[in-house]
T-cell receptor, first 113, second 111 residues
Framework: DAGITQSPRHKVTETGTPVTLRCHQT?????MYWYRQDPGHGLRLIHY???????DKGEVSDGYSVSRSKTEDFLLTLESATSSQTSVYFC????????????FGQGTRLTVV | DQQVKQNSPSLSVQEGRISILNCDYT??????FLWYKKYPAEGPTFLIS?????DKNEDGRFTVFLNKSAKHLSLHIVPSQPGDSAVYFC??????????FGTGTRLKVLA
């Protein structure tokens, strides 16, 4: 299994509060991603990073920000959580070589009440 | 705008028979396609992939077919086993290292 750790694994938070999810990798992979999984929508890309301090938006980036200050850590922040951000969040990594797969973490279940 | 589509939300197949999962895409720039399997409460796991220069890739019981003119790919599982019951996602990338996923198909293999 790829060395990807997501924390926390479960979180319940109130509407309007800030929330930060952490993804930590031990594979020294260049690319890191945050996806959310929702019924009927599959996996949607929120943000991704192609290096330290290099990030870009995905399909559903509104309401989310990310930071990557070290190769191994990629943080996803919900500045002011809303109920529509209740979801399962997955971090993924890839080596960035052409035609290579991404590896996923175990996921974080976030509930905004 | 859904660039990768899996139009069948669910599929049931008898054990030992073939499972065929389908995926369509709209972006002609996609050049690498992947299939992932996901069990409940776990992260997706990579299953098989295919480059756009090929039309078939096989790995044991799993074969992926790519029809570029139709912008269609399919995953064949033969023979299907109860342990194959999971949600299957297809994904595509366009050399930008962004993986765009479909909505998933829930496969149930009946014993």
């Amino acid at each position: 299994d790829a060395g990807i750790t997501q924390s926390p694994r479960h979180k319940v938070t109130e509407t309007g509060t800030p929330v930060t999810l952490r993804c930590h990798q031990t594979e020294n992979h260049r690319y890191m991603y945050w996806y959310r999984q929702d019924p009927g929508h599959g996996l949607r890309l929120i943000h991704y990073s192609y290096g330290v301090k290099d990030t870009d938006k995905g399909e559903v980036s509104d309401g989310y920000s990310v930071s990557r200050s070290k190769t191994e850590d990629f943080l996803l922040t919900l500045e002011s959580a809303t109920s529509s951000q209740t979801s399962v969040y997955f971090c993924a990594i890839s080596g960035g070589r052409q035609n290579t797969e991404a590896f996923f973490g175990q996921g974080t279940r976030l509930t905004v009440v | 705008d859904q660039q990768v589509k899996q139009n069948s939300p669910s599929l049931s197949v008898q054990e030992g028979r073939i499972s065929i999962l389908n995926c369509d895409y709209t972006n002609s720039m996609f050049d690498y396609f992947l299939w992932y399997k996901k069990y409940p409460a776990e992260g997706p796991t990579f299953l098989i992939s295919i480059s756009s220069i090929k039309d078939k890739n096989e790995d044991g019981r799993f074969t992926v077919f790519l029809n570029k003119s139709a912008k269609h790919l399919s995953l064949h599982i033969v023979p299907s086993q109860p342990g194959d019951s999971a949600v299957y996602f297809c994904a595509a990338s366009a050399g930008t290292y962004k993986y765009i996923f479909g909505t998933g198909t829930r496969l149930k293999v009946l014993a």
